[in-house]
């Protein structure tokens, strides 16, 4: 059974940095592409960043760019974002998703490209 658990969240300042993890069991994680999504309240889900099963390929919104890095570590079956210089507007509910990607060369960027999904995790950026 695939498990994608994310953790890392919470109530942050403006400015602030925040790191979140999503921890992947139950799949060969180095098979995976991985990405993170937010919604927030009243709002469609967004695509924030993705990163590809090499790691060779990432993607990013462009209202995060500069700001987050998307990495993983295929020891640790863990995906990270790393969130600098945090807005209100970045507010949301995070999630991590993954995709079998081995061998392919498309970064899957897209929700409904995304096969498994955790539960999310609550960032808050106060102003």
């Known amino acids: 059974q695939v498990q994608l658990v994310e953790s890392g969240g919470g109530l942050v300042q403006a400015g602030g940095s925040l790191r979140l993890s999503c921890a992947a069991s139950g799949l060969t994680f180095s098979n995976y592409a991985m990405g993170w999504f937010r919604q927030a309240p009243g709002k469609e889900r967004e695509s924030v960043a993705a990163i590809s099963w090499t790691g060779g390929k990432t993607y990013y919104i462009d209202s995060v760019k500069g700001r987050f890095t998307i990495s993983r570590d295929n020891a640790k079956n863990t995906v990270y974002l790393q969130m600098n210089s945090l807005k209100p507007e970045d507010t949301a509910v995070y999630y991590c998703?993954?995709?079998?990607?081995?061998?392919?060369?498309?970064?899957?960027?897209?929700?409904?490209?995304?096969?498994?999904w955790g539960q999310g995790t609550q960032v808050t950026v106060s102003a």
């Open positions: 998703a993954a995709k079998f990607n081995r061998g392919r060369s498309v970064l899957p960027v897209r929700g409904y490209e995304y096969t498994y």
